[in-house]
């Protein structure tokens, strides 16, 4: 009985994360992109931008047999990555949910620079990796991917490693924009994504 709710809360989580994730991560692919014109269109280009996850999560859902048809049963290796995965990505995922402003976990903060007077954050997980968030979202698809098998968590997983670096990269640049010489300090002294462990 345990086992078959576990099996189940673990097979929503993965397709859950194939239906909505793709429109998070081209969302703010977008937004980061071209953050300058966003902005011209005010808080409007946030809902703009958001239309994507209905659109992509509704053909997901519709073709969700055929698209979660290929699965490989993960052996004891795969499980145990998965499972240090999804709990290393609740972890770093919750202490930067403590640290980071709501306004700027949504991307308030970056279409309304004017109205969040932020300070870079450089304590806690931050001193440790620019990138917290991303790094939680990784590791939780890399999770779903290596406890279910799933091919489309798997695709999911590599798209994810292909589209990452260029998210990064935008949004250190608006980043250095925005707080100069002292993001360029910050950037020298912590790691983009991987955190340094002293």
């Not at 576990?6 to 993965?14: E, G, M, Q, V």
């Not at 402003?101 to 870079?120: D, F, I, M, S, W």
């Not at 292909?162 to 707080?179: C, D, H, N, S, V």
């Amino acid at each position: 009985m345990i086992s078959t709710i576990f099996s189940f809360a673990l097979d929503f989580l993965a397709q859950g994360l194939v239906v909505v994730y793709p429109s998070v991560l081209i969302f703010w692919l977008i937004i980061h992109s071209n953050i300058d014109r966003w902005r011209s269109l005010g808080r409007s280009s946030y809902w703009i931008a958001a239309t994507g996850l209905p659109v992509f999560g509704g053909g997901v859902l519709l073709f969700r047999e055929r698209i979660f048809s290929i699965q490989w049963q993960p052996g004891l290796v795969f499980q145990a990555i998965g499972a240090i995965a999804f709990i290393a990505s609740l972890s770093i995922g919750y202490i930067a949910g403590q640290l980071i402003p709501t306004r700027t976990l949504v991307g308030l903060a970056e279409l309304e620079p004017h109205k969040t007077a932020q300070p870079l954050l450089q304590r806690g997980i931050y001193a440790r990796t620019r990138n917290p968030i991303y790094l939680a979202h990784w590791l939780l698809i890399l999770s779903m991917a290596a406890l279910t098998g799933y091919g489309a968590n798997w695709a999911l997983f590599v798209v994810d490693c292909g589209i990452l670096p260029f998210m990064i990269r935008a949004e250190q640049k608006e980043l250095r924009t925005r707080y100069g010489a002292e993001f360029e300090d910050y950037a020298r002294r912590v790691p983009a994504f991987f955190p340094k462990l002293t």
